[in-house]
Structures are given as C-alpha cells and as structure tokens.
C-alpha cells in the first residue's frame, strides 16, 4: 500500500466516523423528542417559566439603588 493511499483511507475512516457520530447523535435526539401532545400539556407549559407577577415587581422595586 503507498503512503497516498494510507492517507485516503484515514481520510475516509475519519469522515466515516464524523458521520456516524451525527447519525448517532440524531437518533438520540429524535427517540427522545416528545410528540405533540393534548390540552392538558399544553396548559403546563403555559405556566412554566418566567413571569412577571406582583412578587416580582417588588423584588425589583427593593433592590434598586
């Protein structure tokens, strides 16, 4: 075998295995991915997170210098 293609062959494993890697990586993320689901999730995710209540407002009224 000449040292050109020892190169290409490293080359190709190289690309190979980047490419699995994302493959790998993508089928993870799409087992894991929920569908989309009724009424009742749908409501959950409404009230999660940041909300910008009366509490809220106080805490930012207070620590103003």
Known sequence: MSNRTKQLSRRNFLLASGA?????AAAIV?????????GKDADKRETRGYHASEHVSNYYRTTKV
């Open 30 to 38: 799409a087992t894991k991915s929920k569908p989309a689901s009724s």
């Open 20 to 24: 699995a890697t994302a493959a790998t």
